[in-house]
């Protein structure tokens, strides 16, 4: 097998847009990629030939989509190499992921005065669930800082816990520098202190193989429409020994055992966090999605991906304009920067006019944000199938950006 981006580039048929006249370049992929024709065509077919409510009928329309959702997470288990896939809770993406986790926690394990420990690299979505418990419950947020290309300090973080910390929740990968934590030592140094550990694979999961036994984490959450499948998707990873003893998310259809007047039991995992009819055409999907990654040269996708981000850092870094921020060597393919002296949001203008299209603003990481000394930044984050050429369209749309501003 070889990675083949000109192959990769023919199964996604909106590539083959053009915006105000231009090529579409694509470059705001850590927000949310495109799909390739095989999810576009499972949520067809599911749609069209095989389609029931799941779990609860017994006539073969029901079957087959049942059959067909359990599926979809006997694939995510072996995408995540999950030990089994009742490990696996299917929710409406990573941020109702996190806001699980937290709600779930909050009922019984963490209380006034325990701590949470966060980085200020977090998004949003995993600090905002874990600040209810502070407002709600009393918990205490202590922040672990990163230097200035995202690095995180082990000794400094290993002397954050006390007998009071219960939980580390820390992203795998950074959606602004782009930087890898070290989320196996990370979790190793929680467990030695008696802490639990969730970690954000949103921006990790779709660029190259995902290990939750290695890794050691106790929660892991991704998100669908970032692993080139839809929206209103996401993947909740939970040890099968931590989940046994969690209590209900929320109330309803299937996460139940038995309801009478004056009590109610409740089904065993995941089913037990699944309450209500899930998102189970988004959910097939989701496994046609992963399947197609993993049917790739993953090895040839990461090489290619490290490479656009090389070529794409020297470039930008060669002009006299260009404030970069975060460049660790290992980094992934994300890229925060500013054209100086001019605001970001002019800049995705400008560049949208071009065709190409970033991210600007803040990347729902304020604290990062304030860290950096910035409001906002513009973004350019890469996928399997953008191109060199891409790259170089991305600097030259910044060079007439900074001629036309400056």
């Not at 949470?116 to 690299?121: G, R």
């Not at 949003?124 to 600040?131: A, D, L």
Request: aromatic share 6%.
């Amino acid at each position: 097998m070889t990675f083949n981006v000109a192959d990769i580039r023919a199964q996604f048929p909106i590539l083959s847009r053009e915006v105000h006249g231009k090529p579409l370049v694509y470059l705001d992929n850590a927000a949310s990629v495109q799909k390739p024709q095989a999810v576009i065509d499972q949520l067809t077919a599911s749609m069209t030939g095989q389609y029931a409510n799941v779990h609860r009928g017994l006539h073969t329309l029901s079957n087959e989509t049942t059959g067909a959702f359990e599926e979809a997470r006997s694939t995510v288990a072996q995408f995540l190499n999950a030990a089994s896939m009742d490990e696996i809770i299917f929710t409406m993406g990573g941020t109702d992921a996190v806001n699980l986790v937290a709600n779930v926690l909050g009922q019984e394990e963490i209380g006034e005065g325990d701590e949470i420990i966060l980085s200020v690299m977090e998004h949003h979505s995993n600090i905002v669930p874990w600040h209810f418990l502070r407002e709600r419950k009393g918990a205490v947020l202590k922040w672990l800082d990163v230097d200035a290309d995202g690095n995180v300090d082990l000794d400094a973080y290993e002397a954050m816990f006390t007998e009071r910390t219960k939980m580390v929740a820390v992203t795998h990968q950074s959606n602004v520098f782009g930087t890898v934590t070290p989320v196996k030592e990370m979790a190793r140094i929680a467990h030695e202190h008696g802490a639990m550990i969730l970690s954000d694979g949103c921006q990790k999961a779709v660029h190259g193989p995902v290990d939750v036994q290695d890794l050691g984490v106790d929660f892991y959450v991704f998100t669908g429409h970032k692993t080139y499948g839809p929206s209103g998707i996401g993947v909740l990873y939970g040890k099968k020994s931590v989940l046994d003893r969690l209590p209900p998310y929320r109330g309803g259809g299937e996460m139940i055992d038995i309801v009478e007047q004056d009590r109610v039991t409740y089904n065993e995992p995941p089913h037990r966090f699944e309450a209500g009819t899930p998102p189970i055409l988004e959910a097939i999907a989701l496994g046609t999605a992963l399947r197609w990654m993993m049917a790739q040269d993953l090895d040839g996708l990461v090489a290619h991906e490290r490479a656009l981000t090389d070529h794409a850092m020297e470039a930008l870094r060669a002009t006299n304009f260009i404030e970069l921020y975060g460049a660790h060597p290992d980094k992934g393919p994300v890229i925060a920067f500013n054209l100086k002296g001019i605001h970001p949001h002019d800049v995705s203008t400008i560049l949208d006019r071009q065709g190409v299209a970033v991210r600007a603003g803040h990347h729902c990481c304020q604290p990062l944000m304030k860290k950096l000394g910035t409001s906002a930044t513009a973004r350019a984050s890469f996928a399997a199938y953008n191109t060199h050429e891409e790259i170089d369209a991305l600097v030259e749309a910044c060079r007439k950006a900074h001629d036309l501003l400056s």
